[in-house]
Nanobody, 122 residues
Framework: EVKLVESGGGSVQPGGSLRLSCEAS????????MAWFRQAPGKEREGIAA????????YNSDVVKGRFTISRDKAKNTASLQMDSLKPEDTGMYYC???????????????WGQGTQVTVSS
């Protein structure tokens, strides 16, 4: 079992930045890909970005639009999401996921964190 703990969420004004972190623990031997997703109230969970064990990345361009950057520290079993130029529509619960695949499709993952709230408001 892989345990994922997110941190770094909070409230920020439009145009601001946040950096989310996800720490994986437990049986991480099977983890190849780590990814970030978000879910706004009343909406489906959507993929933001994923990163493989070798550093390859996948972005959901409809969401990211050049504003977010995913990174990973394999030695520390962490993945981070740097979010810049935040907009009110970025508000939601942000989740970390990990698994064998490297994908921005939620059905690709069975290991999920509890989420961290991001609120963008003036």
């Amino acid at each position: 079992e892989v345990k994922l703990v997110e941190s770094g969420g909070g409230s920020v004004q439009p145009g601001g930045s946040l950096r989310l972190s996800c720490e994986a623990s437990g049986d991480t031997r099977s983890v190849r890909g780590m990814a970030w997703f978000r879910q706004a109230p009343g909406k489906e969970r959507e993929g933001i970005a994923a990163i493989g064990s070798g550093g390859s990345t996948i972005y959901n361009s409809d969401v990211v639009k050049g504003r977010f950057t995913i990174s990973r520290d394999k030695a520390k079993n962490t993945a981070s999401l740097q979010m810049d130029s935040l907009k009110p529509e970025d508000t939601g619960m942000y989740y970390c996921a990990a698994g064998v695949a490297t994908s921005v499709r939620p059905e690709s993952y069975t290991n999920w964190g509890q989420g961290t709230q991001v609120t963008v408001s003036s």
